[in-house]
């Protein structure tokens, strides 16, 4: 027998793009890869843990053992799902990020699909995308960022409205969905896992104007999506709900049109649901998206909170370091260093399996 190995690539994602708060996503040049290595037992090593090892962004504090961290623990309720209770044996991951974590660019929903691929993988499931998204839907709970993440592009998202028996099955504490650690004598805790319902998420892609690139511009202190979901209010007036709506509907083929239209964008990617709420987390957040505008900085088309924050996403066709150094003279005003990329739009998640 030979070793199996292959290769897990996610992209990175910004949610909302202003008005679109849980509703649509946008896969970016930045990726979660894994290398995957399952060799097979030899006298010498009959059987041991997983090893993972990890470099790049979040490596200081991202957990090692595969019991802790959320890929693998994503993994594991994926094979029990589907009656395998144990990881490969000698399985070796290799993890390198280039996402920044808690920062408002996916980190969370790029490792919950690479959770999601790895288990579908390890176990041979054959599952297909809408299943994957469904387990994907059982952890992190807005489909936003784990669509994008898994199909890639310019994406808009709804949850099912599930019947009493589905509800509750998805609605299980995410302790029960992803138990921390492996059990003692693993019949009990190995099976019966809650299964997610069937059909959770769908989702639609929109076009996107090539021209458009993705400006991050990415303040160096973490923001927990909990924290930035915490200070939102829990009802909204219907005036601001119909300012982002129309927002909303004109922003999706906005973006898809060429030449696009710096006018029509920069207002529809305004937005009264979340970011208001938000600027007591970001200080700068109000005066960047007000100071940074199309006519101040030809070649922008518009700006917003990228997903929970506290990263700002600049959409634009040029002038992409104008944008960015106006930014960041602004949040250093505040006492906050950023640093920043230009991106493009990525493709989805995808797997290559390597011949040995
Ligand atoms: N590659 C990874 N491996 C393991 N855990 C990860 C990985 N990436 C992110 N995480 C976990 O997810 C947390 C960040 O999730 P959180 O939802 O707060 O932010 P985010 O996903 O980066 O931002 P947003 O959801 O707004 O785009 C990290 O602190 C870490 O615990
Ligand atoms: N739509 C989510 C994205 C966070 O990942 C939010 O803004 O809270």
Not at 164 to 186: C, F, Q, R
Not at 230 to 253: G, H, I
Request: charged letters at 20%; a negative charge; hydrophobic letters at 40%.
């Amino acid at each position: 027998m030979t070793d199996r190995s292959f290769t897990i690539k996610v992209p990175a994602t910004s949610a909302n793009i202003g008005p679109g708060f849980d509703v649509v996503g946008l896969s970016l040049s930045l990726h979660l890869t894994l290398k995957v290595t399952v060799s097979p037992p030899t006298p010498q090593s009959p059987s041991r843990p997983p090893i993972l090892t990890y470099t790049g962004e979040g490596s200081d504090e991202v957990p090692l053992d595969a019991y802790k961290n959320l890929t693998t623990r994503v993994a594991l309720y994926v094979l029990r799902c589907n009656n395998i209770t144990k990881f490969p044996t000698n399985l070796t991951i290799e993890v390198n990020n280039e996402i920044p974590f808690g920062r408002g660019l996916g980190s969370s929903g790029a490792a919950v699909i690479a959770g999601v691929l790895l288990g579908n993988q390890l176990g041979n499931l054959n599952l297909p995308q809408t299943r994957l998204l469904d387990f994907a839907l059982m952890v992190e709970r807005h489909p936003d960022n784990v669509t994008a993440a898994l199909v890639g592009g310019f994406v808009g998202s709804y949850l099912r409205e599930l019947d009493k028996a589905s509800t509750e099955a998805a609605s299980v504490p995410l302790s029960e969905v992803l138990p921390e650690y492996p059990p003692d004598a693993s019949e009990e805790w190995g099976l019966n896992p809650p299964q997610p319902p069937i059909g959770i998420g769908h989702y639609v892609r929109f076009g996107w104007a090539h021209s458009i690139k993705a400006i991050a511009i990415i303040p160096r202190f973490e923001l927990s999506t909990a924290k930035a979901r915490s200070v939102l209010p829990l009802e909204y007036s219907r005036k601001d709900l119909v300012f982002n709506l129309q927002r909303l509907a004109v922003l999706t083929t906005a973006l898809s049109r060429e030449p696009p239209d710096p006018e029509l964008i920069y207002e529809a990617m305004k937005d009264r649901i979340h970011q208001p709420y938000r600027k007591t987390l970001i200080p700068g957040l109000p005066e960047v998206t007000s100071n940074i505008t199309p006519d101040s900085h030809p070649g922008l088309l518009g700006i917003c909170l990228s997903g929970a924050g506290p990263t700002i996403l600049a959409l634009a066709t040029g002038g992409y370091e104008k944008i960015a150094e106006d930014a960041r003279a602004i949040f250093n005003e505040k006492g906050i260093e950023v640093d920043w990329k230009v991106l493009t739009v990525a493709g989805g998640s995808f797997i290559e399996e390597h011949d040995n």
